[in-house]
Nanobody
Framework: VQLQACGGGLVQAGGSLRLSCAVS????????MGWYRQALGKQRELVAT???????TYADSVKGRFTIYSDNAKNTVYLQMNSLKPGDTAVYYC??????????WGQGTEVTVSS
């Protein structure tokens, strides 16, 4: 399976971006998919996840601003990011976990929020 993430860029504080993560290969036995981010000099952290049944979870820092959703027909997961803050600046990674525990990562897409 391959995960292709895109949609990052440079945006001013208060702006919006939408990240996409397309899954190709073998989109079966999916437990959940998620977005993580890693800022320079910091550890990778969870941003949001969505289960195959569309149950979502969010980091406290993004609740109310970010929305994760999926289009199962397109095997794509999105992260709509609104009211962006400079603290959201990071490389964002998508992730897929299978029901039997295998985990896959996409390449990162960089988000920079200027003040």
């Amino acid at each position: 399976v391959q995960l292709q993430a895109c949609g990052g860029g440079l945006v001013q504080a208060g702006g919006s971006l939408r990240l996409s993560c397309a899954v190709s290969g073998s989109p079966f036995a999916i437990k959940d998919m998620g977005w993580y981010r890693q800022a320079l000099g910091k550890q990778r952290e969870l941003v949001a996840t969505i289960t195959y049944g569309s149950t979502t979870t969010y980091a406290d820092s993004v609740k109310g601003r970010f929305t994760i959703y999926s289009d199962n027909a397109k095997n794509t997961v999105y992260l709509q990011m609104n009211s962006l803050k400079p603290g959201d600046t990071a490389v964002y990674y998508c992730n897929l976990e299978r029901t039997y525990g295998a985990v896959y990562w996409g390449q990162g897409t960089e988000v920079t929020v200027s003040s």
